[in-house]
């Protein structure tokens, strides 16, 4: 992916809409995190627009009177795009721009933005570069013009940026190998996540909204060294590392993308089969801002994803984040009971999550007990590296251990079983 340089910082104007029985604060809440994602993507926020409807208008969305309103704005304040905090269909943002003068845009198109910034390796590319070409499939206008305009505006960038006089043919094409390319590194994951489970035990994953500190206390839990800065999308590409619990127990846990309300569909169809390590874990990790006024607002929207990739049933821990900065969090125990509060920057509850940890996959575990022959080693360290060990006896015949196994260890272990009486 090549991002093309950009000489001046873009001017945006922001528009949100009140529809139904939305409030003005609950629109306004929107626009301040819109406007975080168009100040992560670089460019400048110069003013907003919010309006109330009943329902979108279908040719503008808001109105050929309101449009015409933010023409005029954007025209005293110099703006190069006006972003919508609603997703446009390919006929209103045409209009749009007739009426504007000027590019108009959704937020679905500053979140492709952000993500085509962020992505690094060849997954992560070819995950954003499909999405990209799926949102902007339907909005191609027609030959003589570029898809992507030449300054390099917010929702024009990405990789494999395609001219307009390409035709659908060649842009589906284009998708057609994304999806295999896509296939063939997800066969590859899946033999790695099966690998570990048998392996390794239990599988545990961070999820939460984007910013809540997921890679922070990932680094915190295992040195794992993964990107954290206080931005949104900063890590896209999942981390996995080997941890070991208070109990003995060794784990893996993989640090994942972070989640956003009205996160694209294009982006989450493309992301699949990198958030298919959440639906298949054990366990997960819910980390929470703790510090941020809409934490309930995000750990809704956050489920909601959870739902749609099939991982809503998956038993969750909330790690409520950045007690650091609270002077009181006696309001979030009672709103989020059960929820473990930590610090990821400074170590504080961290000792208490993994023992919280520990505790839900006891509970998941299998008691067991075997007689080891003695001149059977494997077996005995084999129970030692995967369960947790709750007595040992030697006799006659054996050491007698009573273990405890997650479900996947103990399926290896009576496949080991079986070999050792063949012999």
Do not use: C
Request: net charge negative.
């Amino acid at each position: 992916m090549t991002l093309i340089e950009r000489s001046f910082q873009e001017r945006i104007i922001l528009v949100g809409v009140a529809l139904g029985g939305k409030s003005y604060e609950e629109v306004e809440s929107d626009l301040d995190e819109l406007a975080l994602l168009v100040d992560t993507a670089g460019a400048l926020v110069v003013g907003r627009v919010i309006q109330r409807r009943d329902r979108p208008d279908p040719a503008t969305f808001v109105g050929a009177g309101k449009a015409e309103e933010i023409h005029q704005l954007s025209e005293v304040l110099d703006v190069d795009t006006v972003v919508f905090d609603e997703e446009l269909t390919p006929a209103q943002q045409r209009n749009l721009e007739k009426i504007f003068g000027r590019t108009a845009i959704d937020r679905t198109a500053v979140i492709l933005d952000v993500f085509a910034q962020n992505a690094s390796t060849p997954e992560g590319k070819a995950q954003v570069e499909l999405a990209l070409l799926s949102y902007r499939l339907p909005r191609l206008r027609g030959k003589g013009k570029a898809l992507s305009q030449q300054v390099g505006r917010i929702g024009t960038r990405g990789p494999g940026e395609t001219k307009l006089e390409e035709d659908r043919r060649r842009l589906l094409e284009r998708m057609s190998a994304l999806r295999r390319e896509l296939k063939a590194i997800q066969s590859t994951r899946q033999l790695q996540r099966r690998s570990r489970k048998r392996s390794r035990g239990a599988t545990v994953s961070l999820v939460g909204y984007t910013n809540a500190g997921k890679s922070t206390l990932m680094n915190q839990l295992t040195n794992a060294g993964v990107l954290a800065e206080d931005r949104l999308f900063a890590t896209l590409d999942p981390r996995t590392r080997r941890l070991s619990l208070p109990g003995g127990e060794s784990i893996t846990l993989t640090d994942t993308v972070g989640f956003i309300k009205k996160l694209p569909h294009q982006l989450i169809e493309s992301f699949r089969s990198t958030l298919e390590v959440i639906s298949e874990a054990d366990l997960l990790i819910h980390v929470v801002d703790g510090s941020s006024l809409n934490a309930l607002e995000q750990m809704k929207a956050v489920r909601e994803v959870l739902d749609e990739i099939g991982a809503g049933k998956v038993e969750e821990v909330v790690a409520i984040n950045k007690v650091d900065l609270l002077e009181s969090s006696e309001h979030i125990q009672k709103v989020v009971p059960g929820a473990v509060l930590v610090s990821a920057l400074t170590g504080q509850g961290v000792h208490e999550l993994l023992s919280e940890i520990s505790g839900r996959l006891r509970r998941r575990a299998v008691l067991k007990e075997i007689s080891v022959p003695l001149q059977h080693g494997e077996l005995l360290a084999f129970l030692h590296r995967e369960g947790e060990i709750l007595s040992e006896r030697i006799d006659e015949d054996g050491i007698n251990v009573l273990v405890r196994l997650e479900p996947a260890s103990l399926g290896l272990l009576e496949k080991m079983l079986s070999e050792v009486d063949e012999r």
